[in-house]
Structures are given as structure tokens and as C-alpha cells.
């Protein structure tokens, strides 16, 4: 399956995006997170921002997007939402979806390249 992530764009501090996550195929069986890679990051550093399970519909936040994000998903159309509101200038990344495959789940979003599938990613610019 190959995820693109769409999107993102230029908000000012305080604003709110939707990102959304589209999927070649079903994702019956896996979960899908977003990772966001900070300006001068590389991939492999970018931080976990929340993931869902198509499977058992479980559902987790990184610490620094809690109360300010909120995922969800629509499994005919393949696709994960995230709806990010009252951003901030520290929120700039490029935001990345990425799928387990079915292995792992939602529990390692804090590892990064446990998930696979990355896209090109979309970028999400805050400032005023």
C-alpha cells in the first residue's frame, strides 16, 4: 500500500489545518500514524504526532500535540484525518504518514521507522 498525505499549508499561530492521509488500497488491517519532521531534521528523528488502528480503532497522541490534535478515519475512503488546531510556530514540519503493516500498531510511534509506507509528506508552516 502507499500512503500520500495532502494538506498542509500556511497558517498563523493559533489557526487550525486538516491534514488528510490517502491510501493506494484497504487498510483493513493496519494502522496508520503521522510523524512530523522539523526543519534540519532528518526522517528518521521526526517525532510521532498520533496514530490509529483500523483494526481494533485504537488511538494515541504524542505528548506535545495532546488536546490539540484529533485523528480520525474513514475506511471506505482509505483515509486518516488530522485535525490540528490552535497551532503553533513549533508545530512547522513537514507532517508524513506512515502504516505498520499490521505488525505492531499504535504502541511504537515513539520509533519512527517501526512504520513503513512513508510518503513525500505535506508542509505545515505557522508563523505570522
Known amino acids: 500500500v502507499q500512503l500520500q498525505a495532502s494538506g498542509g499549508g500556511l497558517v498563523q499561530p493559533g489557526g487550525s489545518l486538516n491534514l488528510s492521509c490517502t491510501a493506494s488500497?484497504?487498510?483493513?488491517?493496519?494502522?496508520v500514524a503521522w510523524f512530523r519532521q522539523a526543519p534540519g531534521k532528518e526522517r528518521a528523528e521526526s517525532e510521532g504526532v498520533s496514530c490509529i488502528s483500523f483494526v481494533d480503532d485504537t488511538i494515541t497522541y504524542g505528548d506535545s500535540v495532546k488536546g490539540r490534535v484529533t485523528i480520525s478515519k474513514d475506511n471506505a475512503a482509505n483515509t486518516v484525518y488530522l485535525t490540528m488546531n490552535n497551532l503553533k510556530p513549533d508545530d512547522t514540519a513537514v507532517y508524513h504518514c506512515?502504516?505498520?503493516?499490521?505488525?505492531?500498531?499504535?504502541?511504537?510511534?515513539?520509533?519512527?521507522?517501526?512504520?513503513?509506507?512513508w510518503g513525500q509528506g505535506t508542509q505545515v508552516t505557522v508563523s505570522s
Open positions: 506512515a502504516t505498520d503493516y499490521g505488525l505492531i500498531g499504535c504502541g511504537l510511534i515513539t520509533i519512527p521507522w517501526n512504520y513503513n509506507a
Open positions: 488500497g484497504p487498510l483493513y488491517y493496519y494502522a
